[in-house]
């Protein structure tokens, strides 16, 4: 048994362990990481003097907000900041309620439910979402009288619909088959169950990809700029058709949203640490 | 004696309007008849025939894979039956969810895995059923699951969530939790299974001692030790068949099937 012990154990991935220390040291990956940004901002700066880009940077945070006599005012881009803030939030508020809408009738066991749930999902997975927010904007818009900013934020709300129906039914589905059994041994509803046995539980397993679908519904906020909507990317546009300010203010957007994404993810990681104490 | 088998009976009771006459005569509150349960070609149960009366204490026992929990489980509908009839309390179960609700309520049910609800304190496992099924009001309420935790003693852990107990704690807020909805018939799935060895006793204790308030049990279990202490039938099932219905004495003593013998020998055995 010892001998086939040791027989297991070749001298190979013992030398290869090592070399994945040398990789996993701290010191080493931030030279690495240090080393690829400087070459990245090396290359761009020495590209764009060769264009003879005329850097301004100084005229950026006026248009992020300015402080004058009147006191804090936000500028232009800080405006769309908070325009696609509201956006994201709203559809991301109409994804939740009809992602769960659509899970439970995925999940309702009727057949009529689950086709209806199962098409909607197939439709909205497999239609791009910019030919979904055209749709909306140029084909929905008139029908049912939608403004740019009415069509979008259903667009995205409904494209973002589909992706949060398969974390909710995929949060649900993991909560044990016994929680199930238990309160229906007690008589309870089939609406009690979810309620106050089932859908509680599985806040738990949903938070992390729910978060991960807040942060894409920020990002692909971005898209309703095509038809105009007035947020953060369209402001970006504006200003540079105005100004040329093209590398600096896109640098500027998309730092902005790198933020705010970020800033999610910290606060669903806290709120999940609290969740896992309570438990 | 107790056991009357005449399908007239549940006829009769059937045709009965009046909810309250047929509880002087002899009426079992469970009565199982014809019973078959498929899994898809797989027959799990074959012709059940079975009558609980109140206050009657059943042990079932058999190999794994006999059909003990599933038949347990048909009682208060968790399975389905595929042929034949289940009345619980004259009320017989079908798709009518309605009343199978209403029966759960009269039905508790203790599981193996015990299957609290994590997310809420023992208190509050023990007062959601009375508060959202019953309607009972939450002081109401409280002061029933108070009665229900110190009677499988733990009064002090009503604060504390399942994660933090012991399994024999764990399994005796279960109970509990049943108890608090006031059922008429307590049914057990194997409920020390999932036990260490020196929690069993604990939970046997408290089940021996609802025996003796005359709940009318249903337990699927090995304890052969509570079995003969508290039953007054045991049932022996093999392959979905129940094979043999005897007293504790004459079952262990002098079983009139040679497998259940054979089942007995092999468990008593150490």
Same mark, same amino acid.
């Given at each position: 048994?010892?001998?086939?012990?040791?027989?297991?154990?070749?001298?190979?991935?013992?030398?290869?362990?090592?070399?994945?220390?040398?990789?996993?040291?701290?010191?080493?990956?931030?030279?690495?990481?240090?080393?690829?940004?400087?070459?990245?901002?090396?290359?761009?700066?020495?590209?764009?003097?060769?264009?003879?880009?005329?850097?301004?940077?100084?005229?950026?945070? +006026?248009?992020?907000?300015?402080?004058?006599?009147?006191?804090?005012?936000?500028?232009?881009?800080?405006?769309?900041?908070?325009?696609?803030?509201?956006?994201?939030?709203?559809? $991301?508020?109409?994804?939740?309620?009809?992602?769960?809408?659509?899970?439970?009738?995925?999940?309702?066991?009727?057949?009529?439910? +689950?086709?209806?749930?199962?098409?909607?999902?197939? %439709? %909205?997975?497999?239609?791009?979402?910019?030919?979904?927010?055209?749709?909306?904007?140029? %084909?929905? +818009?008139?029908?049912?009288?939608?403004?740019?900013?009415?069509?979008?934020?259903?667009?995205?709300?409904?494209?973002?619909?589909?992706?949060?129906?398969?974390?909710?039914?995929?949060?649900?589905?993991?909560?044990?088959?016994?929680?199930?059994?238990?309160?229906?041994?007690? +008589?309870?509803?089939?609406?009690?169950?979810?309620?106050?046995?089932?859908?509680?539980?599985? %806040?738990?397993?949903?938070?992390?990809?729910?978060?991960?679908?807040?942060?894409?519904?920020?990002?692909?906020?971005?898209?309703?700029?095509?038809?105009?909507?007035?947020?953060?990317?369209?402001?970006?546009?504006?200003?540079?058709?105005?100004?040329?300010?093209? $590398?600096?203010?896109?640098?500027?957007?998309?730092?902005?949203?790198?933020?705010?994404?970020?800033?999610?993810?910290?606060?669903?990681?806290?709120?999940?640490?609290?969740?896992?104490?309570?438990? | 004696?107790?056991?009357?088998?005449?399908? /007239?009976?549940?006829?009769?009771?059937?045709?009965?309007?009046?909810?309250?006459?047929?509880?002087?005569?002899?009426?079992?509150?469970?009565?199982?008849?014809?019973? #078959?349960?498929?899994? #898809?070609?797989?027959?799990?149960?074959?012709?059940?025939?079975?009558?609980?009366?109140?206050?009657?204490?059943?042990?079932?026992?058999?190999?794994?894979?006999? /059909?003990?929990?599933?038949?347990?489980?048909?009682?208060?509908?968790?399975?389905?039956?595929?042929?034949?009839?289940?009345?619980?309390?004259?009320?017989?179960?079908?798709?009518?969810?309605?009343?199978?609700?209403?029966?759960?309520?009269?039905?508790?049910?203790?599981?193996?895995?015990?299957?609290?609800?994590?997310?809420?304190?023992?208190?509050?496992?023990?007062?959601?059923?009375?508060?959202?099924?019953?309607?009972?009001?939450?002081?109401?309420?409280?002061?029933?699951?108070?009665?229900?935790?110190?009677?499988?003693?733990?009064?002090?852990?009503?604060?504390?969530?399942?994660?933090?107990?012991?399994?024999?704690?764990?399994?005796?807020?279960?109970?509990?939790?049943?108890?608090?909805?006031?059922?008429?018939?307590?049914? @057990?799935?194997? !409920?020390?299974?999932?036990?260490? !060895?020196?929690?069993?006793?604990?939970?046997?204790?408290?089940?021996?001692?609802?025996?003796?308030?005359?709940?009318?049990?249903?337990?699927?279990?090995?304890?052969?030790?509570?079995?003969?202490?508290?039953?007054?039938?045991?049932?022996?099932?093999?392959?979905?068949?129940?094979?043999?219905?005897?007293?504790?004495?004459?079952?262990?003593?002098?079983?009139?099937?040679?497998?259940?013998?054979? @089942?007995?020998?092999?468990?008593?055995?150490?």
């Amino acid at each position: 048994m010892a001998a086939a012990t040791v027989d297991i154990s070749p001298p190979r991935p013992q030398r290869r362990l090592t070399l994945r220390k040398l990789f996993a040291s701290r010191s080493l990956s931030v030279a690495l990481y240090a080393l690829v940004l400087w070459l990245i901002v090396r290359t761009a700066l020495t590209g764009a003097e060769a264009m003879g880009y005329d850097w301004q940077w100084y005229r950026i945070p +006026g248009y992020l907000f300015s402080l004058t006599d009147d006191g804090f005012q936000l500028g232009e881009i800080g405006y769309g900041l908070l325009a696609s803030l509201g956006l994201s939030g709203l559809s $991301f508020l109409i994804a939740i309620l009809l992602g769960l809408l659509v899970a439970l009738l995925r999940l309702s066991g009727l057949v009529v439910g +689950g086709a209806v749930a199962l098409i909607f999902l197939e %439709v %909205v997975r497999n239609i791009p979402l910019l030919v979904l927010l055209y749709l909306f904007y140029y %084909v929905l +818009g008139p029908i049912f009288g939608l403004g740019r900013y009415g069509a979008s934020i259903l667009c995205l709300g409904v494209f973002h619909a589909a992706l949060v129906s398969e974390i909710f039914r995929a949060g649900i589905n993991s909560v044990a088959r016994g929680q199930w059994e238990a309160a229906s041994s007690i +008589g309870m509803t089939r609406a009690q169950a979810y309620r106050h046995i089932i859908l509680p539980q599985s %806040v738990r397993f949903m938070l992390p990809p729910l978060t991960g679908e807040l942060v894409n519904t920020v990002k692909s906020s971005a898209i309703v700029s095509v038809v105009g909507v007035a947020e953060l990317t369209t402001v970006g546009r504006n200003i540079i058709s105005e100004t040329y300010l093209s $590398f600096e203010i896109w640098f500027t957007v998309a730092a902005i949203y790198l933020v705010v994404t970020v800033c999610i993810s910290a606060f669903a990681s806290f709120l999940e640490s609290r969740y896992a104490v309570s438990n | 004696m107790r056991e009357s088998l005449g399908c /007239g009976h549940v006829l009769g009771h059937d045709a009965q309007p009046e909810g309250d006459a047929w509880m002087q005569t002899d009426q079992p509150i469970i009565r199982i008849r014809n019973l #078959d349960k498929y899994y #898809d070609a797989f027959q799990a149960l074959k012709n059940i025939n079975l009558d609980v009366h109140q206050g009657e204490r059943i042990v079932i026992c058999g190999p794994s894979g006999s /059909g003990k929990s599933t038949l347990i489980r048909c009682i208060n509908r968790l399975e389905e039956h595929s042929a034949g009839q289940v009345f619980v309390d004259g009320v017989e179960l079908s798709d009518e969810t309605r009343d199978i609700r209403a029966v759960r309520q009269e039905v508790g049910m203790v599981f193996q895995q015990f299957n609290l609800f994590p997310h809420l304190t023992v208190l509050e496992n023990l007062t959601i059923g009375p508060i959202r099924v019953r309607k009972m009001s939450r002081p109401d309420a409280e002061a029933k699951a108070r009665l229900y935790l110190d009677r499988v003693h733990i009064p002090e852990q009503a604060d504390k969530y399942p994660a933090q107990l012991s399994g024999g704690q764990q399994q005796r807020v279960a109970i509990a939790r049943s108890l608090c909805m006031e059922p008429r018939v307590m049914l @057990f799935d194997e !409920p020390t299974s999932a036990l260490d !060895p020196e929690m069993i006793n604990e939970v046997l204790d408290v089940m021996v001692e609802l025996a003796e308030s005359g709940m009318t049990m249903i337990c699927v279990t090995h304890e052969m030790g509570f079995a003969r202490k508290v039953a007054d039938r045991m049932v022996f099932m093999e392959k979905g068949e129940i094979i043999e219905v005897a007293p504790p004495a004459q079952f262990f003593t002098n079983p009139a099937s040679a497998r259940c013998r054979m @089942f007995l020998d092999q468990i008593l055995e150490h």
